[in-house]
């Protein structure tokens, strides 16, 4: 089991940056893979960036890749997300999520993500 808690997100103007970050409870940190998904008022959640357990590998959507870096500190029990050149499009709810499944093609499903946080609302100004 492991608890999830989001922090850093708020309101900023577009072009702005910010960097949330998701503390993990536990001593297991590093069997995790993690995850960042987002939900806008009257869409569907939707992947935003995942990375492997021991961070090797990252994967993004579309729409954040070359703005948004996902990375994680095993020491900490921590991942960040850091969102920069943002636009009003990339307000949501961020939900950090942890699943024990290995890498695979199918990082983007938020089915295969055991745990989830409460999330943290991020609101871009235009």
């Known amino acids: 089991q492991v608890q999830l808690v989001e922090s850093g997100g708020g309101l900023v103007q577009a072009g702005g940056s910010l960097r949330l970050s998701c503390a993990a409870s536990?001593?297991?940190?590093?069997?995790?893979?993690m995850g960042w998904f987002r939900q806008a008022p009257g869409k569907e959640r939707e992947f935003v960036a995942a990375i492997s357990r021991r961070g090797f590998y990252t994967e993004y959507a579309d729409s954040v890749k070359g703005r948004f870096t996902i990375s994680r500190d095993n020491a900490k029990n921590t991942v960040y997300l850091q969102m920069n050149s943002l636009k009003p499009e990339d307000t949501a709810i961020y939900y950090c999520t942890a699943t024990t499944s290995i890498w695979s093609n199918y990082n983007r499903e938020a089915t295969r993500y055991d745990y989830w946080g409460q999330g943290t609302q991020v609101t871009v100004s235009s």
């Open positions: 536990g001593r297991t940190f590093s069997s995790y893979g």
